[in-house]
């Protein structure tokens, strides 16, 4: 496996990603909502990777749009670390790639816009491209 490293903007949140494909394999996708494009947030998962966030404090949680996924923030700096998705007790979320170190490895960035999806086919793409999620 190998294992990346990151955190929030104060450093209150570490964020790991551990995958079995190189960082520079991987494009994040950059989702066209008014939410995600006002943060400048761009997500990377893998259904066959882990996302781990480490909180000194624990995670504010928001919910926008359709409410069906939670954005997970640094409550003291306000940085989006990830979204994630709960179901039948197993996590499966996207993390911010930006605040990795390697983030210059990826390659260049998609637009995705899942604000397009009905409800049922959102929760069917994030099984099929999410990473498992564990948040401590
Ligand atoms: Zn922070």
Known sequence: MHQYFGKCGC???VVQFSSRKEISSYTSR???????????????SD?????TLIAKTPL???????????FL???KC??????????EGVSVGSLNVRLLDEFDH?????????KTLGKTQKVRRWR???SQLFAK
């Open 11 to 13: 450093g209150n949140v």
């Open 30 to 44: 950059k989702c066209d909502c008014d939410y995600c494009m006002q943060r400048g947030i761009e997500y990377l």
């Open 47 to 51: 259904p066959h990777s882990q996302i």
């Open 60 to 70: 504010k949680q928001e919910k926008q749009g359709s409410e069906q996924a939670t």
């Open 73 to 75: 923030l640094c409550a």
């Open 78 to 87: 306000q940085t989006v670390v990830g979204v994630g998705y709960l179901n």
């Open 106 to 114: 990826l390659q260049k960035s998609v637009v995705v816009s899942p």
């Open 128 to 130: 099929e491209l999410w």
